[in-house]
Nanobody, 126 residues
Framework: QVQLVESGGGLVQPGGSLRLSCVASGRAISTYTMGWFRQAPGKEREFVSAIGWNGASIHYADSVKGRFTISRDDSKNTVYLQMNSLRPEDTAVFYC???????????????????WGQGTQVTVSS
């Protein structure tokens, strides 16, 4: 059974930084695309970022380009999301996702994750 567990969320002031982590268990992530999605109150879940199985294919939502960085450490079965220059509109529950589909198909929405984490809250407020 695959389990994804996110951590690193919290309350941060505008302009601040957070680093989210997602640890997978039950299956090695090395052959999977890993991604991050988020859902703000009253809104649909949206794509944030994805990284292909070998790290060569990386995609970001336009709203986070230049501010967020996704990375993976297959030896730790973990994917990260470094979030800098955070804005109030980044406030959301962030979810980790895992799929055998390509990173681009996850980014454009033609593929859906096979596995989801339970989410971690990120609140950006002064």
């Amino acid at each position: 059974q695959v389990q994804l567990v996110e951590s690193g969320g919290g309350l941060v002031q505008p302009g601040g930084s957070l680093r989210l982590s997602c640890v997978a268990s039950g299956r090695a992530i090395s052959t999977y695309t890993m991604g991050w999605f988020r859902q703000a109150p009253g809104k649909e879940r949206e794509f944030v970022s994805a990284i292909g199985w070998n790290g060569a294919s990386i995609h970001y939502a336009d709203s986070v380009k230049g501010r967020f960085t996704i990375s993976r450490d297959d030896s730790k079965n973990t994917v990260y999301l470094q979030m800098n220059s955070l804005r109030p509109e980044d406030t959301a529950v962030f979810y980790c996702a895992m799929t055998r589909a390509g990173a681009r198909t996850l980014a454009i929405g033609t593929a859906r994750p096979e596995f989801w984490g339970q989410g971690t809250q990120v609140t950006v407020s002064s």
